[in-house]
């Protein structure tokens, strides 16, 4: 039998990565218990108020309040005072089928503001909910602008999820092109996450037939000597030289 809600919650404060698992899985059934559902959100609301914000509870409280449609609520939820909170409320954007459309375009402008945290881990976290909202961005080039500064985040755990974010983006990303740059850069990066980011987000752009040829050297360095990614690396060459021989392979246009 699932315990009671805000034992959950209590238990899930000290718990070890092993138990958290199962905690989650009960906190999951709880959430989709109707006749639990109000105490749950119940429950949640006071573990925040009681000193115990977390990434898990901003996570279950926001899916509620996005599955509710209470956009208030939700936008409340991601100004909360705990960065934590504010992180696990943007990760719940896109991690529910039940979230409805309108939800999710209007969760946008939150995700948007979010990408000017002062907080790392909320940085981070709206770059991912990104990769799930790309078709109800309003304005592509104000994404564009902040991706390329977040490219250049002091923290790597941002710098990864723009990556990632940019790799995902790219296939419908109308200057994606401006990103060569940078995304050269991120090939360098002391995080191999980030290097394996990049990597991919070339590949995209090189299936897009986006030049990489500046790219190519540190690429093939890697298919050579990165163990982290280096398949990552070949996918991203493989791209660019099958773009490269299909482009040569191409009949002129003879004028008769």
């Given at each position: 039998m699932t315990r009671p809600f805000a034992e959950l919650v209590r238990a899930l404060a000290t718990a070890s990565n092993e138990d958290a698992d199962e905690i989650h899985e009960e906190m999951l059934a709880t959430v989709y218990d109707p006749r639990r559902r109000k105490a749950a959100l119940a429950a949640l609301s006071a573990a925040l108020d009681g000193k115990l914000p977390s990434h898990a509870l901003g996570f279950y409280l926001g899916r509620h309040l996005l599955e509710d449609e209470d956009l208030g609520g939700f936008e409340s939820l991601a100004k909360h005072r705990s960065p934590a909170v504010r992180a696990g409320a943007l990760n719940a954007i896109d991690s529910s089928s039940r979230i409805g459309e309108g939800a999710r375009r209007a969760a946008f402008s939150t995700v948007e503001r979010a990408l000017d945290d002062p907080e790392a881990v909320v940085r981070a976290e709206a770059c991912s909910a990104l990769k799930n909202l790309s078709e109800r961005i309003a304005d592509p080039r104000t994404v564009v602008r902040r991706l390329k500064q977040l490219l250049e985040d002091s923290d790597g755990r941002v710098r990864r999820e723009a990556t990632w974010a940019v790799a995902v983006l790219g296939k419908n990303m109308v200057d994606l092109?401006?990103?060569?740059?940078?995304?050269?850069?991120?090939?360098?990066?002391?995080?191999?996450?980030?290097?394996?980011?990049?990597?991919?987000?070339?590949?995209?752009?090189?299936?897009?037939?986006?030049?990489?040829?500046?790219?190519?050297?540190?690429?093939?360095?890697?298919?050579?000597?990165?163990?982290?990614?280096?398949?990552?690396?070949?996918?991203?060459?493989?791209?660019?030289?099958?773009?490269?021989?299909?482009?040569?392979?191409?009949?002129?246009?003879?004028?008769?």
């Open positions: 092109a401006s990103f060569i740059p940078v995304l050269r850069r991120r090939l360098e990066d002391e995080d191999s996450d980030v290097r394996a980011a990049a990597a991919s987000a070339l590949k995209t752009a090189a299936r897009r037939g986006v030049d990489i040829t500046s790219c190519v050297p540190l690429l093939r360095r890697a298919a050579q000597s990165d163990e982290v990614f280096r398949h990552v690396a070949k996918g991203a060459l493989a791209a660019f030289e099958g773009r490269s021989s299909s482009a040569s392979r191409k009949p002129t246009n003879k004028h008769r």
